[in-house]
């Protein structure tokens, strides 16, 4: 078959960037590794693995030699880089079968791999390394697209294959991945002689090609007359499904409503480990969740492994109304509890009974996807990227299901093969060989003022030890400057002027809807009026008290209300400045301001303890480098007061510190990182980040 055009895949081949390779077979199958890792229907994010075959000269004995480059453990196909790959000697490969002792000692294989090697910069090979080493073709791509796994993970997955592809495609039974998988390929191949490709009960696909364009293009069309057959057979039915059971609330109201709860759900989810979330209500989502078969085909668990890897054995589905309130906070927390014990229980139960002589430790029980019919669906994981991408694999897993039901019957895996998969003692190996988290890892910061200046250093610093920020400041276009370096799971943003109650709500939910919570707020908006009693207004005085002291009840505030739904504590802190503390000309307004921060933090920290939250403030002076504030009249009244030129200011607050130091805004960021990191039982306390000034020293 040869389509032209694709209904349900998108052919990416760009005929002139692939000419600007010429000859580099290994720099041509990265190209089409890229290609197909970004369309999420074909492979998920870290998921499937690609391949290609050259010949290469033997450094050894100067002989060429035929060398298989291959996706490294832990790569992705949509960034794989050559950093990414492996390059291993074909033949070494070959001849690890008079090696092979069964399935017994099948992850013993796993270290000879290395003996394998050829390129000195190899990534780490992957378990998957001999299903493509022990495949005669020169390239090769193992992929999980939702149309193909839909017909492997039907009840009669075999007989459908045989109807779509007649002899032009094997069939491989449900085995777990490793050596013996791959000599089952290489069995398939020699008594199929002619075949496309592989599907693999369960799992997902194997093509190949002579050339990298012949094997992408081979893919697609692999995966389109499945998509194509599906498509057919869903035009013959009534209902996906079975049918719609409850309607949807609005947009609005879903993303109102997940805002409310997703605190609630990660104060749950977080009992075990702080956990970090992602929201979606995605139609595919909601046509699931609100479906007649949601209470029959979401406990059957995912089939694909790198489905259930990632969302666990199975979701937690809310017995929670679309009209039930969400105001009385314990009312809500009763209702969803005795379902999360369940949960809990049914983890544990399922741990006990599958578990091996030498299986690693139970992980932690809590569900990593909880649907909520009619609104959505939740995901929670360590990090933003993890939570995200286990919704973006239930999303894949629901889209299986879908084609299963469609032509067929969906079959889950038995429970004891998901476990042998979920507590793989290489899974867990990979798991111990992860890089320590950081600092601030799983927590979530909302920062005012972070579009320059102070606010700008504390965000980037929260980021670099390992939180997730909500950047929030009045212009926008600094806002995105400010997150122009961060990928999308690090860093957003929301317009906020702190002294509208609104706007620093929709901050919240903010956070709410992007990570699940909030359990840092940074309120580092400010600006600076230096005038005399005589010529301060009252507009001054209101703009000051309204930025700095209305803005900080209200960040408090609403910050207090999520992280009392939350459960898990939290930390506000004040930027407030050594002018509250000492008394200077030409400073009525600002200095009254910065001294009624400091005691609201005192108030906040005595009235928070009892929740957990501590409350401080850092005070900072002359920061004049990098800082907005010091920007057109603000400096030129704090010249005018010391009788010195504007120019001069930096050296002058330098001068007049006892360390004689400049105060940068990166020295207010460490500041707030301590009492963060380290000082986690502080409370009501001030910190000057000054060089230090006598007449400031907290007494």
């Not at 390059?87 to 070959?94: A, I, K, P």
């Not at 309204?546 to 505030?557: E, R, T």
Request: proline content about 4%; aromatic content about 8%.
């Amino acid at each position: 078959m040869n389509i032209q055009t694709f209904q349900h895949v998108n052919n990416l081949w760009d005929p002139t960037k692939a000419a600007s390779f010429g000859d580099d077979e290994v720099a041509l199958f990265l190209y089409r590794s890229n290609l197909l890792g970004t369309d999420l229907r074909i492979t998920n994010f870290g998921g499937g693995n690609t391949s290609c075959k050259t010949i290469e000269m033997d450094p050894l004995s100067g002989e060429d030699t035929e060398v298989m480059w291959v996706k490294g453990s832990g790569g992705d196909l949509g960034t794989l880089t050559r950093a990414g790959i492996a390059g291993l000697y074909s033949s070494r490969l070959r001849a690890l079968k008079s090696r092979y002792r069964g399935l017994a000692f099948e992850d013993k294989m796993v270290d000879l791999f290395y003996h394998c090697i050829y390129d000195r910069e190899s990534r780490a090979p992957s378990i998957d390394t001999p299903l493509h080493g022990l495949l005669p073709f020169k390239h090769i791509d193992h992929l999980h697209p939702d149309a193909v796994i839909a017909i492997a993970a039907a009840k009669d997955g075999e007989a459908i294959t045989k109807k779509i592809w007649g002899n032009n495609m094997g069939w491989v039974p449900w085995q777990r991945p490793g050596f013996d998988l791959g000599l089952q390929l290489e069995k398939c191949v020699e008594e199929n002689p002619g075949i496309r490709g592989i599907v693999l009960g369960g799992h997902g696909l194997f093509t190949w090609g002579e050339t990298s364009l012949d094997c992408y293009m081979n893919s697609l069309e692999v995966i389109e007359m499945a998509a194509e057959y599906i498509a057919e057979k869903e035009g013959e039915q009534k209902a996906v499904f079975g049918g719609q059971k409850i309607q949807s609330l609005e947009k609005n109201e879903r993303i109102s409503r997940a805002a409310k709860l997703a605190p609630i759900l990660r104060g749950m989810c977080s009992s075990h480990n702080r956990m970090i979330g992602h929201f979606t209500d995605d139609e595919r989502v909601l046509e699931f969740i609100n479906s007649n078969d949601l209470a029959r085909l979401a406990p059957l668990g995912t089939s694909c492994p790198d489905h259930f890897l990632r969302t666990k054995i199975q979701p937690l589905i809310l017995n929670l109304s679309i009209d039930e309130s969400l105001s009385n906070i314990e009312n809500v927390k009763s209702k969803l509890e005795p379902a999360f014990k369940k949960y809990r229980k049914e983890y544990t139960e399922y741990y006990e009974e599958c578990k091996r002589e030498n299986s690693p430790p139970m992980r932690d029980p809590h569900p990593v996807v909880i649907l909520y019919p009619g609104v959505g669906m939740f995901t929670f994981a360590k990090n933003k990227q993890t939570a995200r991408v286990a919704s973006e694999f239930y999303i894949n897993a629901i889209n299986v299901m879908r084609g299963a039901e469609t032509i067929s019957e969906y079959t889950a895996l038995s429970r004891q093969e998901a476990f042998d998969i979920e507590y793989w003692l290489l899974e867990e190996a990979k798991l111990q060989r992860l890089p320590k988290e950081l600092p601030l890892s799983r927590q979530v910061a909302v920062v005012s003022g972070a579009g320059g200046g102070i606010g700008k250093a504390i965000a980037e610093r929260l980021i670099a030890e390992g939180a997730n920020v909500v950047f929030t400041d009045v212009a926008e276009d600094r806002l995105q400057e400010a997150l122009s370096h961060y990928k999308k799971d690090q860093a957003t943003y929301v317009v906020c002027n702190v002294t509208d109650e609104d706007a620093v709500l929709g901050a919240m939910e903010k956070a709410c809807l992007e990570y699940g919570g909030v359990d840092i707020v940074v309120h580092s908006a400010g600006l600076a009026i230096s005038k005399p009693l005589a010529e301060t207004t009252i507009e001054d005085w209101n703009k000051l008290h309204d930025v700095m002291v209305k803005g900080q009840f209200h960040l408090a505030k609403k910050a207090a209300e999520v992280m009392r739904k939350q459960s898990l504590g939290g930390n506000i802190v004040n930027i407030a400045s050594k002018n509250g503390l000492v008394a200077g000309p030409n400073n009525i307004g600002y200095g009254t301001a910065k001294a009624a921060q400091q005691h609201m933090t005192r108030l906040l920290a005595s009235e928070l303890a009892k929740d957990k939250i501590r409350v401080n403030a850092i005070n900072p002076d002359g920061v004049i480098v990098g800082s907005k504030i010091w920007e057109g009249a603000w400096a030129e009244g704090r010249a005018k007061a010391h009788g010195i030129s504007v120019e001069d200011l930096p050296q002058h607050y330098a001068k007049r510190n006892l360390l004689n130091e400049m105060i940068l805004p990166e020295d207010i960021a460490n500041a707030v990182f301590v009492l963060l990191a380290f000082l986690n039982k502080s409370t009501g306390n001030m910190i000057n980040v000054d060089g230090g000034m006598a007449n400031a020293f907290v007494r």
